[in-house]
């Protein structure tokens, strides 16, 4: 097999310091690199829409979500992890665009609820349709059995770094 940036890294490390075990650079060198490579090609395609990753989190967010009275900013601020004034931000963005508009709660006349609009409804299908082609893309060296183990290891290491917080 070829060499890749990381056998390179790896073999300049054991040139430099053969004591040192950089083994791990193995994985998550690889990881790194090919988490840049997956999220450039999905900004490419959600470029091509006019939408920022941001954007399409929150669309397809409302979308996935589906609540037939609105999402409150907050919800959609913690499930970005990003903080509130950075989602009005956003919103205020996609409102101007006219793909989300903002709703009074019926439930407190101080609050609002987000929902999308016919327009930002189809915006969304287009932009996961175009993430989920540059993800097939992505991974279409793996084998299915490949990006089963994949999933399934990479599983093991996010359930291990979710339960540390």
Known sequence: MPEDSIDRMVDEWAARDPRLDVSALQ???RLFRCAAHGQRA???ALRQLGLSYGDFDVLNT???RNDPDGT???DLARTALITSGAMTTRLDRLERTGLIERRPDPKDRRAV???LTPAGEEVAAQALDAVLAADEAFLKPLSPKQ???LAASLKVLLLHSEADG
């Open 42 to 44: 999905i900004a490419d």
């Open 72 to 74: 409150n900013p907050r």
């Open 113 to 115: 609820l987000i929902h």
């Open 27 to 29: 994985v998550v060198g």
């Open 147 to 149: 990006r089963d183990a």
């Open 62 to 64: 409302l979308r996935r």
